[in-house]
């Protein structure tokens, strides 16, 4: 049963450029999360979607950040014209239900990395 | 705001020894989670403790709510080296569904 699987592992972008990061959550998981982590430090809220619907957008930046997740197809975190501040490891979860009392599943991220 | 504030912020402590690491948060909570972190890895779930629950036992694990002081610990007995990793406390906020607030971590180093 595979976990949640994110891509690219790593992705290089010039400033300016724009980033495209792929989330499929666990098999039968409906809930998707996204979160940030600068180096050593902990993860930061940015979304929370449902299936074409975005539940809780309260940790995305209100500009260039953009995040789907299609009846059909992963979930896309997007980000326009990045800048270096952008560089950090880029984080999605899912659950299978609306439940504060279920644990998240994490993939093991994509890092961003702007030159 | 980051809700959650971990002690220490490292520690490092020898094969076999109890690991103990502490986490406190600001808002009322419907429940508290502790993760683990690998490096270049994603999170794992260790065990989660609702804010009705006092304590919670999973192996070698011991996590410990004190809703009146906002604080809870993590308990890792009889350590390993494999245990070696960044272990974060997570609160998940009352009234709010899904989002996670993190702690800092704690970056635990286990010698074997």
């Known amino acids: 049963n595979a976990g949640v699987m994110q891509n690219p592992r790593h992705l290089v972008r010039r400033r300016g450029q724009e980033a495209r990061l792929r989330c499929s959550p666990m098999k039968g998981h409906s809930h998707v999360y996204w979160y940030r982590q600068l180096p050593e430090e902990g993860l930061k809220f940015m979304v929370y979607l449902q299936k074409e619907n975005i539940i809780d957008e309260s940790g995305m930046p209100k500009e260039r950040f953009s995040a789907e997740f299609p009846k059909e197809g992963p979930s896309i975190l997007r980000i326009q014209q990045v800048v270096r501040g952008d560089s950090a490891a880029y984080f999605c979860?899912?659950?299978?239900?609306?439940?504060?009392?279920?644990?998240?599943?994490f993939g093991d991220g994509t890092r961003l990395s702007i030159l | 705001s980051q809700q959650g504030e971990e002690d220490p912020q490292a520690l490092s402590i020898q094969e076999g020894e109890n690991a103990t690491m502490n986490c406190s948060y600001k808002?009322?909570?419907?429940?508290l989670q502790w993760y683990r972190q690998n490096s270049g890895r994603g999170l794992v779930h260790l065990i989660l403790i609702r804010s009705n629950e006092r304590e919670k036992h999973s192996g070698r694990l011991r996590v410990t709510l004190d809703t009146s002081k906002k604080s809870s610990s993590l308990l890792i007995t009889a350590s390993r080296a494999a245990d070696t990793a960044s272990y974060f406390c997570?609160?998940?906020?009352?009234?709010?569904?899904?989002?996670?607030?993190f702690g800092q971590g704690t970056t635990l180093q286990v010698k074997p």
């Open positions: 997570a609160t998940a906020p009352s009234g709010n569904t899904g989002k996670l607030i």
């Open positions: 979860a899912s659950s299978p239900v609306d439940s504060v009392y279920q644990p998240q599943h």
């Open positions: 808002t009322s909570i419907n429940n």
